[in-house]
Structures are given as C-alpha cells and as structure tokens.
C-alpha cells in the first residue's frame, strides 16, 4: 500500500477498526522510519470499553505495526487480532515436608 505524506497528517485523529468492523480507538501518532522512508506502525490510543481494551487493558499508545494496517481512509482499519490461546499449564506440585 502506497501512503503519501499527506495520509500520514490525516490520519492522525482517525478512529481505528478492525477488518470485522470493531472499534479500537483513535490514531494518535505514527513510527516512520526515514532511512527506509517507511511507515513503521500506528500509534493508537485505546477507547475503554473497546475490543483492543479487553485484550490490552485501558493503554493508551498501543503501538500496531503497520503490516496490520490494511486500509486508510476516512478510518483506518487493522487486521482483526485475535488472542492467542493459551494452554493450561498445571502448576508443579510442591513436595511435602515430612
């Protein structure tokens, strides 16, 4: 995806869903990396309540890399996280003491 600097002024204040159309909060800066100049992530910051707050907590400056942008326009959306899941990890039992 081509984004030209004047995407990266707008996008700023953009609110932030993902690809199945969940709210995330709003953009509030960017990463670029001027040797590449490359767009390097968004920074979002998290509304409460919102899906990225259940997997993050209420952060504020999530950093989404920008391989998860997958489009900008009047909003950006990401790619849909899902949380990994995790095994039950059994604690290891403690000998007893005689």
């Known amino acids: 995806m081509v984004v030209?600097?004047?995407?990266?002024?707008?996008?700023?204040?953009?609110?932030?869903f993902t690809t199945k159309g969940v709210y995330c909060g709003k953009a509030t800066?960017?990463?670029?990396?001027?040797?590449?100049?490359?767009?390097k992530s968004?920074?979002?910051d998290v509304a409460r309540g919102s899906f990225l707050a259940n997997l993050v907590g209420n952060k504020k400056?999530?950093?989404i890399p920008f391989q998860m942008v997958d489009n900008i326009g009047d909003v950006v959306?990401?790619?849909?996280?899902?949380?990994?899941?995790m095994p039950?990890?059994?604690e290891p039992s403690m000998p007893m003491k005689k």
């Open 88 to 90: 039950d990890v059994e």
């Open 4 to 16: 030209t600097v004047k995407e990266f002024s707008e996008m700023i204040g953009k609110d932030v």
């Open 42 to 44: 968004v920074i979002v």
């Open 29 to 39: 800066d960017i990463e670029v990396d001027l040797d590449k100049f490359r767009m």
């Open 61 to 63: 400056g999530v950093v």
């Open 77 to 85: 959306i990401i790619k849909h996280i899902t949380p990994m899941s």
